[in-house]
């Protein structure tokens, strides 16, 4: 949008905070709920893959990207088969 | 004391054929009071279950939707298994209905059903249980009518709101918005923006893949919106981000097409809505087409054996 | 005899389903004696039956039953502590309403709990006599007189057991006094129960802000003198030691991404044990934890006295619960707002971390746009998924602006009209829409503004002004002169900055300036002004301006109308460039601050300067763009633009006032909600000064030359927009002053 010098723009935070206490902890073969009860439920609803979940994190301050991660878990039936991760 | 009991049958005889006067008369207020009345004085007596109805039917010609609402609930608690179920039901619904035409967007053009949609919501669920438990009635054919319309209704409002968070740059409200749509909306048209919305965010979030599973199932639905080409599919041309003109660059973005997302989509759904009007203004006008109770004139039976 | 069927007789009001439950024997067993008891005995119980009768119907039992009446009226006089409303639901409550069947139990109920209810507002001696009148077709109709005695005053207020703390405070504390000057009105010698337990509880907070940790209010015993229904209450205390704090620390399993809290507690070793400071750091410790999605966080406060010692070891015990993220957000009761225009200035996002002081800022936005009288946030769990939480804000929508229109006729200014529609919220798009038309023989004016606070999403705002004003002096007495304005503007202003914003505007506008014959050589100050300009400009009359300007402007209001908190600032610059007619600059500098004593109660602070002066040939600013002061909208008490320079003073005839281009206004007031009125949100009741003045900065600017005021002015927001009233009397008012002590006004006042 308009580009004036300073304007000010709300932060624009965006998807689940993964600690990476939490990320040691995930490792293949948990179930589904094993991972809901770790990470939590991913803010992100992905209906389109229903064997992959994905928790992504931005966080935008003007037009600045301060924060940006993904961590991408895929299933297979009910157990973690891939963990893909770019931290 | 049988000739006391008969003077006071007459009365009320008398008092209820008073209230059909006002109604016929179209005296909403004297006819309440009056239907009120018989309703308290003689509970159980043949009228009660007649006035209750009438009750609903003038509440809502006299526009209070609120009180035309609690007259059915309560109508439905005390006949649940009345042969004018349906009507009570029905009536319920286009009360809700007509307060979802709020105060702005009775008297606005346009969609301007970014008001409360509680009424809307309400509405809803009485159409779809009137058409589930009574698919006899004659109002189902009615009702289903309204009942896409005020579906139509809320998917193109979670569309609006996806349009804004576009404009934000949160993609995944947006995202979710859009899976709101595709989720619980399928056959509205809304769809259409729902699946292009969900495109465009998934690509800004980096998952071509989701974006291209989008596309794909628009393509599948509604080719004319999608760009098919060698490497997959892609937006329709209007929603292709541009870099913004030079002027909006010199005016900082007060002038001239900035070239964002958000008002392209917003104009690209305007375009697409104005196309598809799905109801003739006319029934949509409040409280005019609605019908009398089936069985209302004539007197019950008495109800306590 | 074996019972074939059972019919019953006799009901009018009460279901048959009901007494059919209520039965012990069934169709088909023997009829036995105790059977026929026990069964008179259950109808009995249920209270609706006068007369239970069993009679042999051939093998059917017939249970005649005789009603008891129902209820059609209830008449009730003689309560006027109690209102109506408030009785009917104590009588309701007890099972006395109309329709209701009328039980014998329900009358003695019912003179117990009316007897409560008064005790509980210190009448001991109120007396309630109930009368039962017949009414044909088996009903009742109850009377009830009500003699509501006199209130018990309290005589004494004795304390036993206060050593360590002035028995002073406690008093001051409770709400309950003994009899003194401003009983009359305040009434606080009346005892009441509900009263006396609040006073208990006050008691105890003094001694816990004194570090009385454990401080015991033991009894406090009411002895009541029938007589002079006064009453004579002890408070026995038991005040325990003064505690210190021990070692403070946070406990409890702390949630992955929050280290230590430890930094965040503000009490430390050796303090006097508050329990207001306590429970100040655990709602922090709460505030931390919700700002990063705890927000179901809980913190409980766990001290353990050390009585030998005095000093208690407190821990904060943290339960985090999960970490929280907003999946939808929904506005509840917006009938007129349109969705986007609330959520644009929401900092809270969906499918983000539930941050409380988000969602505190952001309600704190909703409420300065002025839209709505209630905003109430709400997290409502998402079934299914703990850690997803819907947001809820709930908002109720107020009158945004104001519309008025006068038709009228005036010999001295001939056939007067005018309209003038003034939205803040406009149809509720969010845009501020103005629009005026008025004609009287002085002045014709047409004016239309358009403001939209988003142009874009993050609140790039652009206005657009267009006015046309044709004003005539020649009928208003000496100077004779008359202006044809026209302007046409565009302003864009933007956020820098959470509170403050900066804009810029342009504009052309173009002055007709026809200046009577007659004007009296020499003479007054305003005369003199006209001239010195006629001849800066050497006699031209139609000048073409092309203005620009810019503002900065800071507001942390809590409201938009009627604000209690917070401050507002502007400061602007205004410039006719080089290449116009006129040149000129005019400077200003507008601010107010509030500050609030408690809820719907504050002082307020305001100010104003502005000063504009001539660049080029114009040796100071074209008398027409003078400042003005005086009316409803600056200093109350004067005339509406009645201050400052007069045309010609000198000759005494009746002169008219002239501006002048320093302007300088202020005034303190005290606000609070009037509570004559229900809606404490929709009004201010305030006490002011006003003080305010223009001057002509080439003469002596002379700050005794300060007209001051002090009045009443009462606020109250309608339907069709705010109404003003003020009532002031003006303090320092000099000869040929024009005072106005009542003025009101449509559209915000002061």
């Known amino acids: 949008c308009s580009q004036f010098p300073g304007v000010y723009q709300i932060p624009v935070e965006q998807g689940n905070q993964v600690e990476a206490s939490q990320l040691e902890q995930l490792q293949i073969g948990m179930t589904r709920a094993q991972v809901r009860f770790l990470l939590g439920t991913p803010a992100f609803i992905n209906r389109l893959q229903n064997d992959r979940w994905i928790y992504l994190r931005t966080v935008k301050v003007g037009e600045k990207t301060t924060e940006s991660s993904k961590l991408s878990i895929r299933f297979d039936g009910d157990v973690v088969s891939a963990i893909e991760t770019d931290r | ?126 159409f779809r249980r009137l058409i589930q438990d009574y698919p006899t009635s004659p109002y189902v054919t009615d009702s289903r009518l309204r009942l896409i319309y005020t579906r139509q209704r809320l998917a193109e409002r979670e569309i609006e709101v996806a349009t804004f968070y576009v404009d934000r740059g949160a993609w995944v409200a947006a995202a979710n918005r859009a899976s709101v749509v595709i989720d619980n909306f399928p056959s509205s048209s809304a769809v259409i923006d729902a699946l292009l919305v ?56 007060l002038f ?36 009398e109770p089936r069985s209302g004139r004539n007197a019950g039976t008495e109800t306590f054996f | 005899f074996s019972i074939a069927d059972i019919r019953i007789e006799g009901l009018k009001r009460v279901s048959s389903e009901r007494v059919f439950a209520a039965l012990p024997v069934q169709a088909g067993q023997t009829y036995t004696a105790s059977m026929g008891a026990q ?88 007396t309630v006599e109930t009368r039962t009148r017949a009414l044909p077709d088996n009903r009742i109709g ?144 709460k505030a931390v934890l919700g700002r990063s999605g705890f927000t179901g966080a809980n913190v409980r406060e766990v001290p353990e006295f050390d009585d030998q010692a005095g000093t208690v070891d407190l821990t904060y015990l943290v339960e985090p619960g999960l970490k929280t993220y907003v999946r939808r957000i929904e506005f509840k009761g917006n009938e007129v707002t349109a969705d986007p225009v609330m959520r644009r200035n929401l900092v809270q996002l969906e499918g983000a971390v539930a941050d409380t002081g988000k969602i505190e800022l952001s309600r704190s936005r909703l409420e300065r746009l002025g839209f709505f009288s209630r905003v109430s946030p709400s997290l409502k769990p998402v079934p299914g998924s703990p850690d997803q939480a819907d947001l809820e804000i709930e908002v109720e929508e107020q009158s945004t602006g104001s519309f008025s229109a006068s038709v009228g006729y005036s010999q001295s200014s001939g056939a007067v009209f005018g309209v003038e529609l003034a939205q803040d919220n406009f149809l509720g798009s969010g845009n501020n829409v103005k629009f005026g038309v008025n004609k009287s023989d002085a002045v014709q004016q047409l004016s239309f503004s358009f403001f939209d606070p988003f142009l874009t999403v993050d609140g790039v705002s652009r206005g657009i002004d267009a006015f046309y004003r044709q004003t005539d002096f020649q009928e208003e007495g000496s100077s004779s002169y008359s202006i044809d304005e026209t302007g046409v503007s565009v302003n864009f202003g933007y956020p820098i900055s959470e509170y403050s914003r900066v804009g810029f505007s342009g504009g052309l506008l173009m002055t007709d300036l026809k200046l009577g014959a007659n004007l009296a050589p020499g003479g007054s100050a305003a005369v003199g002004q006209i001239t010195t300009f006629q001849t800066d400009v050497a006699g031209k009359e139609s000048f073409t301006e092309l203005q620009t300007g810019i503002y900065w402007q800071r507001s942390t209001l809590n409201r938009g109308l009627l604000p209690t908190d917070g401050s507002y600032q502007r400061v602007n610059f205004d410039l006719s460039i080089p290449g116009s007619d006129l040149q000129y600059y005019t400077t200003g500098y507008d601010g107010e601050r509030y500050f609030n004593l408690a809820p719907e109660k504050a002082i307020r602070v305001r100010g104003r300067v502005a000063f504009g002066d001539g660049m080029g040939d114009l040796s100071t600013i074209p008398f027409f763009r003078n400042y003005f002061a005086g009316g409803q909208r600056s200093v109350r008490g004067y005339e509406s633009n009645s201050l400052g320079p007069r045309s010609d003073v000198a000759s005494g005839v009746a002169s008219d006032p002239f501006g002048g281009n320093l302007l300088i206004t202020g005034g303190v007031d005290y606000q609070l909600a009037a509570p004559f009125v229900d809606n404490p949100r929709s009004n201010r009741l305030s006490v002011f000064v006003d003080m305010g003045q223009v001057y002509d900065s080439r003469e002596n600017v002379d700050l005794g030359e300060l007209r001051a005021s002090a009045g009443v002015a009462f606020t109250w927001i309608t339907a069709i927009g705010p109404l003003s009233f003020s009532y002031a009397t003006p303090l320092n008012e000099k000869t040929g002053d024009k005072t106005e002590t009542f003025q009101f006004s449509i559209g915000t006042g002061l």
């Open chain 3, 142 to 285: 109850i009377e009830l007189d009500i003699n509501e005695g006199q209130i018990a005053t309290i005589g004494r207020i004795r304390f036993i057991g206060v050593e360590q703390v002035d028995v002073d405070d406690l008093r001051d504390a409770m709400e309950l006094t003994e009899p003194g000057a401003f009983t009359f009105f305040s009434k606080r010698h009346r005892f009441n129960r509900q009263r006396l337990a609040g006073d208990v509880e006050r008691i105890r907070s003094v001694y816990f802000d004194q570090g009385f940790a454990r401080v015991d209010v033991k009894s406090s015993t009411v002895q009541l003198d029938p007589q002079s229904q006064t009453v004579f209450l002890t408070i026995l205390v038991d005040e325990g030691r003064v505690y210190t704090l021990g070692d403070v620390r946070v406990a409890g399993e702390l949630p992955p991404g929050i280290d230590n809290l430890d930094g965040d507690v503000s009490l430390t070793v050796g303090e006097l044990y508050r329990q207001r400071d306590v429970s100040a750091d655990a709602e922090g410790l």
């Open chain 2, 198 to 253: 969900k495109a465009i965010a998934s690509k800004a979030l980096g998952e071509d893949e989701l974006e291209q599973r989008a596309l794909a199932t628009l393509a599948l639905n509604y080719p004319q919106y999608v760009v098919t080409g060698p490497a997959g599919y892609a937006l329709p041309a209007q929603l292709e981000p541009t870099a913004p003109s030079l002027t909006a660059k010199m005016s900082f973005g």
């Open chain 3, 39 to 126: 069964t008179i005995r259950s109808l009995f119980e249920l209270g609706f039956f006068r007369d239970v009768t069993l009679e042999q119907d051939g093998n059917d039992l017939v249970i005649q039953v005789a009603e008891r009446p129902a209820i059609a009226r209830v008449v009730f006089t003689g309560n006027k502590i109690i209102p109506d409303e408030a009785l009917r639901d104590v009588l309701r409550g007890a099972g006395v309403a109309e329709g209701e069947v009328l039980l014998q139990s329900t009358l003695d109920r019912l003179q117990t709990q009316l007897a409560r209810e008064y005790e509980g507002q210190g009448r001991y001696d109120a």
């Open chain 2, 256 to 291: 001239g097409d900035q070239g964002d997302l958000g008002e392209k989509l917003a104009l690209f759904t305007e375009a697409r809505r104005a196309n598809t009007a799905l109801l003739p203004q006319q029934t949509l006008i409040p409280n005019t087409n609605v019908n």
């Open chain 2, 1 to 126: 004391c049988s000739t006391l009991k008969n003077a006071n049958r007459q009365s009320e005889a008398e008092l209820y054929q008073t209230a059909i006067g006002h109604v016929d008369a179209a005296r909403w207020d004297q006819a309440i009071d009056a239907l009120e009345e018989v309703d308290s004085r003689f509970p159980f007596g043949p009228y009660a279950r007649n006035s209750q109805l009438w009750l609903i039917y003038s509440y809502l010609k006299q526009g209070n939707e609120p009180l035309s609402r609690a007259a059915a609930d309560r109508f439905l608690r005390l006949n649940p298994e009345d042969q004018d179920a349906d009507y009570a039901l029905y009536l319920k619904g286009l009360a809700s209905f007509q307060e979802g035409f709020t105060v702005v967007s009775r008297y606005l053009p346009g969609n301007n059903y970014n008001r409360d949609p509680s009424s809307l919501l309400q509405a809803s669920t009485d």
